[in-house]
């Protein structure tokens, strides 16, 4: 049985630990649930919604996340034998973090552009999971799964595509995972299903837009991304420049990312949840809720 099968932003950045109270106990079994988050802007991107849906589900979640803008394990690592030694930068003292709470979870992530990469994960997955359990032995230690780009993005090309980073990506965290005993947040595989189903795939390039010579303020059609995607910046000449982010999620993706991790970790479900962001209509919400609940109890569906 596998491990998915068991589940029912250059400056490290500590955030400040909070508190968020819900509903009365009286309506339903309510959780208060103390995770420490560590990554890097995918990490921000997969929780920033996440207090705002566990408030709305009556739930209480006190979250502290020890993150570095595009950060790979081997980055906190070596943060973390800094720290071992005595340092007494920021990025190394932000583990002392482990010993603020008895934390419920504690989290980390390879970063995207490496997570294909199984080898790149190898000796610090490891080497993090043991340092984490010596500092915090009644955590669970998690990994978050993170996600592909999105299908038009520029690192797919001479053969490599979108569904074989997602396939690399998937293989290398459940490996990884196997390897540790440990569970996986399935954002990843969310994402995938979105990108998948019938009432929310987009498609990506539109064929009906101008990408070589694109003219302010037109950009293409980006219904049901789930990434920033393009979008127009003034520069500090005045002048608009046409950019492009398929990597970080954009609201809808941050809330999908967000409903997978609150039903992973509260075991509560979803569906209903009154949390709207906005951005996002009241059908956005529905398909969104039935996508992230569907993974994290049936996994990768259908079958890709």
Request: glycine fraction near 6%; proline fraction near 5%.
């Amino acid at each position: 049985m596998t491990f998915r099968k068991q589940l029912a932003f250059s400056i490290a950045l500590i955030l400040p630990t909070f508190s968020l109270f819900g509903a009365s106990a009286e309506e339903t079994p309510h959780k208060h649930v103390k995770l420490l988050a560590t990554g890097n802007s995918f990490t921000h991107n997969a929780t920033a919604f996440l207090p705002a849906i566990v408030k709305a589900g009556g739930d209480t979640l006190t979250l502290k996340q020890i993150t570095i803008a595009g950060a790979p394990i081997e980055t906190h690592w070596k943060n973390i034998a800094d720290f071992q030694a005595g340092a007494t930068n920021a990025q190394a003292c932000a583990w002392a973090a482990l010993k603020a709470e008895k934390w419920d979870f504690v989290t980390f992530q390879q970063a995207s552009i490496n997570s294909f990469k199984l080898e790149t994960y190898r000796p610090f997955a490891r080497q993090m999971y043991d340092f984490i359990k010596a500092q915090a032995p009644t955590a669970e230690v998690v990994i978050h799964e993170t996600w592909a780009y999105r299908e038009d993005d520029a690192l797919f090309k001479n053969g490599f595509t979108q569904q074989d980073m997602y396939w690399g990506l998937r293989k290398a965290y459940e490996t990884i995972a196997g390897e540790l005993g440990c569970r996986l947040i399935p954002v990843g595989d969310a994402f995938q299903n979105a990108r998948a189903d019938a009432e929310w795939k987009g498609v990506f390039p539109d064929p009906n837009f101008n990408y070589k010579n694109p003219v302010y303020p037109a950009l293409p059609d980006q219904t049901h991304s789930l990434n920033n995607g393009h979008s127009w910046i003034k520069g500090k000449d005045g002048k608009f420049n046409f950019t492009t982010d398929n990597h970080h999620a954009n609201t809808a993706g941050e809330y999908l990312a967000a409903a997978v991790w609150y039903e992973f970790l509260f075991g509560h479900s979803i569906i209903g949840n009154t949390f709207v962001p906005k951005g996002l209509s009241a059908t956005d919400i529905a398909v969104l809720q039935r996508i992230a609940h569907q993974t994290v109890t049936e996994g990768l569906k259908p079958k890709q």
